[in-house]
């Protein structure tokens, strides 16, 4: 009876609250040896030690997320309205944006390392080209939801391409530009996380690889939060901007 | 707007639209005269649609000609005098009653007149709908902003693609009734399709009856039935015995083969 009347953020909390519960006893119970897995307790310890260090990382890591993200995102729109509007366009690019999508991303690595070299140009490349290819198929499917007889209204009354562009088929394919934001978001994190295992010069990615090669589970498992943290909160907002855009053209 | 009184509005000259292997109209001919109000009656695949999508610009023959006003359709569509309004009512979701009356005028380049606009929507018993979005709106609602949308425009030619189609039979005559009337104030002219006959017959000066496979024109049909017209007048013995007239043309037209559409 009561459950129904919690808040929507308490049950993803519970889970959260479960699961270190349930990580804590079971590092107690069976006296696991803190170099396979750190009590949580230790975990948080390794945070609060040193806050500067996870706090770096993560500001290094979350800069490639949006710069990448923002551009590979912006790249992938502009795609997508291109291919979108121009029927030949996409049935020419069509089975490569679908193919790049199977290409694994990382595959492409260390051409961008011969590219950009081993700094923040190569992280950023690589977010960017993470979050393309989603981006310009949702984009490109987004452009291709209008309604026939809306353009026949426009066609009706000759009205210029550019007013039937950004007035009728861009708000139809708010929801599927979203959808391919959402996607972008999460393969942002991935993909600068990734980024900094193979550039190795600075964030979350970079930490973990350290902590690894350390054999420092506290601090893998510290870094991996703040990532979560760090993906958690951009996937909040750009959810948030989502449904705020669908809201303007539902 | 060169219109001289008795000249034909919309011109179709022998006009046939293959759809692959599909004859969707099949040499057809058709004359409306300024102010007319021409009724399109015939089953479904008898190419009426097409028809009307020819009139309109909105699907290109494949041999013979279609002029509105003289010119060929694009010319009216530049000119913003053709308003058009579909089966389904277009509205767009994002966008008031009163902004989608707007918009096709600023589609147009025309000046949105939003007060014009907004007397319109009241006058077609919308006042308390101005300011909703369309779905807070019944379909018949829609419909008739969609309506008022294409009068806004301010087009002298209405097409009109069986706009009823999806309303219950008691909103199909009150809105029946209040196109005649906003008709009969102004100097329109009308193309209507429809697939119900009384429908044809209570709106239409003329009703021109279509058959399929492939689309013609079996039948022109003066309607005789005096104006005003309103839904008593369906229950005239005038007006059953022209739409028995009409039906039995259908059926003498009708292919016995069941159509693929169908």
């Given at each position: 009876m009561t459950?129904?009347?919690?808040?929507?953020?308490?049950?993803?909390?519970?889970?959260?609250?479960?699961?270190?519960?349930?990580?804590?006893?079971?590092?107690?119970?069976?006296?696991?040896?803190?170099?396979?897995?750190?009590?949580?307790?230790?975990?948080?310890?390794?945070?609060?030690?040193?806050?500067?260090?996870?706090?770096?990382?993560?500001?290094?890591?979350?800069?490639?997320?949006?710069?990448?993200?923002?551009?590979?995102?912006?790249?992938?729109?502009?795609?997508?309205?291109?291919?979108?509007?121009?029927?030949?366009?996409?049935?020419?690019?069509s089975p490569y944006l679908i193919a790049a999508r199977v290409l694994p991303v990382v595959a492409i690595a260390p051409l961008l390392l011969i590219y950009f070299g081993t700094g923040f140009a190569t992280g950023i490349a690589f977010v960017a080209l993470m979050t393309l290819f989603p981006m310009a198929v949702s984009t490109a499917a987004g452009f291709r939801q209008t309604p026939e007889a809306a353009l026949d209204l426009a066609a009706s009354v000759d009205a210029p391409r550019h007013r039937v562009l950004l007035s009728i088929r861009l708000p139809y394919a708010v929801p599927d530009v979203v959808g391919g934001l959402r996607q972008a978001a999460t393969l942002a994190v991935v993909g600068s996380v990734l980024a900094e295992w193979f550039v190795a010069d600075s964030g979350l990615g970079y930490l973990i690889l350290v902590a690894a090669e350390n054999v420092r589970p506290d601090v893998l498992l510290a870094a991996l939060s703040v990532v979560f943290l760090v993906g958690f909160s951009l996937y909040g907002a750009v959810g948030l901007l989502g449904s705020r855009l669908r809201r303007a053209v539902a | 707007m060169s219109r001289r009184q008795g000249d034909a509005v919309i011109d179709v000259t022998e006009l046939t639209v293959r759809f692959d292997d599909v004859l969707a109209l099949d040499s057809v001919s058709l004359s409306v005269d300024a102010g007319e109000f021409v009724t399109v009656v015939g089953p479904s695949g008898c190419g009426k649609t097409t028809l009307l999508r020819s009139v309109g610009g909105l699907q290109s023959p494949t041999a013979g000609e279609v002029r509105v006003d003289g010119d060929p359709p694009e010319s009216a569509q530049a000119a913003g005098d053709l308003g058009v309004v579909f089966q389904s009512h277009t509205l767009f979701p994002w966008k008031t009653a009163l902004e989608n009356v707007t918009f096709l005028r600023e589609l147009a380049g025309r000046d949105p007149d939003r007060d014009r606009a907004r007397e319109r929507l009241v006058a077609a018993g919308l006042g308390g709908a101005v300011d909703a979005y369309p779905r807070e709106l019944s379909g018949g609602m829609c419909q008739r902003v969609a309506i008022v949308r294409a009068m806004h425009l301010g087009a002298s030619t209405l097409l009109m693609d069986e706009p009823f189609g999806e309303l219950d039979e008691l909103t199909r005559y009150d809105m029946a009734a209040s196109v005649l009337d906003s008709w009969r104030d102004s100097d329109r002219t009308v193309l209507f399709v429809t697939h119900s006959v009384p429908e044809a017959v209570l709106l239409g000066d003329r009703v021109i009856v279509m058959a399929d496979d492939p689309g013609r024109i079996v039948d022109r049909v003066s309607v005789s039935v005096p104006r005003p017209r309103e839904e008593a007048t369906m229950d005239t013995p005038a007006f059953a015995d022209q739409v028995a007239d009409i039906r039995r043309v259908l059926r003498q037209n009708r292919t016995e083969d069941t159509h693929p559409d169908r």
């Open positions: 459950a129904g009347r919690l808040p929507e953020w308490a049950y993803p909390a519970v889970t959260l609250v479960g699961a270190v519960v349930l990580w804590a006893g079971f590092v107690s119970l069976f006296d696991v040896p803190a170099y396979l897995l750190p009590h949580p307790l230790a975990v948080g310890r390794r945070l609060a030690g040193d806050p500067g260090l996870y706090a770096d990382a993560a500001v290094a890591t979350t800069v490639k997320v949006l710069v990448g993200g923002a551009a590979g995102s912006l790249a992938g729109f502009v795609l997508g309205v291109a291919v979108g509007e121009l029927p030949p366009l996409w049935r020419a690019v | -």
